[in-house]
T-cell receptor, first 116, second 109 residues
């Protein structure tokens, strides 16, 4: 069974500073994918970034980067130069195997509040 | 262009009623899903369909019945609604990346 753990229920970050959101995972699969989603107060789930288990380079998308440490089974999200609009819930998720329907297993989320 | 759309966005109904939520994707994906987000924001898979065939049914009560008329649509019908069904329901579709619809907030009174 797959498991995702986000140990930070909530955190404050000063505008323009960087913030790291922790995510650890557990799986017996050799091939898997890791995702981060943002859920603002309006409720939609916004895809941010993806890392494949065989990708050698850490994924980056604009101000988002994923610090992938396979041996430690961690996939932390780094948001650089935080903006007020980054205030939201952030979810880490793992994609299972094709046989399991490629379903996503989610962590409990981290609520981020950016202070001006 | 909306990639994954759901209707309605809000649904308020009485216990015991039957309701449906519709979902459509225009991404050309073969796989679609329903997820439930509870009041504590925890997201959990309910169903997965691949090319109109049910792949995953995660021990969801049989009051919940998904239907996929074609691979671009996955609807969710709920019979005999209970208070505990109140939640946000998300439809999603996936190729390499999984994209979510805007969610349907269901409130059962």
């Amino acid at each position: 069974a797959q498991k995702i753990t986000q140990t930070q229920p909530g955190m404050f970050v000063q505008e323009k500073e960087a913030v790291t959101l922790d995510c650890t995972y557990d799986t017996s699969d050799q091939s898997y994918g890791l995702f981060w989603y943002k859920q603002p107060s309006s409720g939609e789930m916004i895809f941010l970034i993806y890392q494949g288990s065989y990708d050698e380079q850490n994924a980056t998308e604009g101000r988002y980067s994923l610090n992938f440490q396979k041996a430690r089974k961690s996939a932390n999200l780094v948001i650089s130069a935080s903006q007020l609009g980054d205030s939201a819930m952030y979810f880490c998720a793992m994609r299972g195997t094709l046989a399991a329907g490629n379903k996503l297993t989610f962590g409990g989320g981290t609520r981020v509040l950016v202070k001006p | 262009d909306t990639a994954v759309s759901q209707t309605p966005k809000y649904l308020v109904t009485q216990m015991g009623n039957d309701k449906s939520i519709k979902c459509e994707q225009n991404l050309g994906h073969d796989t679609m899903y329903w997820y439930k987000q509870d009041s504590k924001k925890f997201l959990k898979i309910m169903f997965s369909y691949n090319n109109k065939e049910l792949i995953i049914n995660e021990t969801v009560p049989n009051r919940f019945s998904p239907k996929s008329p074609d691979k671009a649509h996955l609807n969710l019908h709920i019979n005999s609604l209970e208070l505990g069904d109140s939640a946000v329901y998300f439809c999603a579709s996936s190729g390499n990346t999984q994209y979510f619809g805007p969610g349907t907030r269901l409130t059962v009174l």
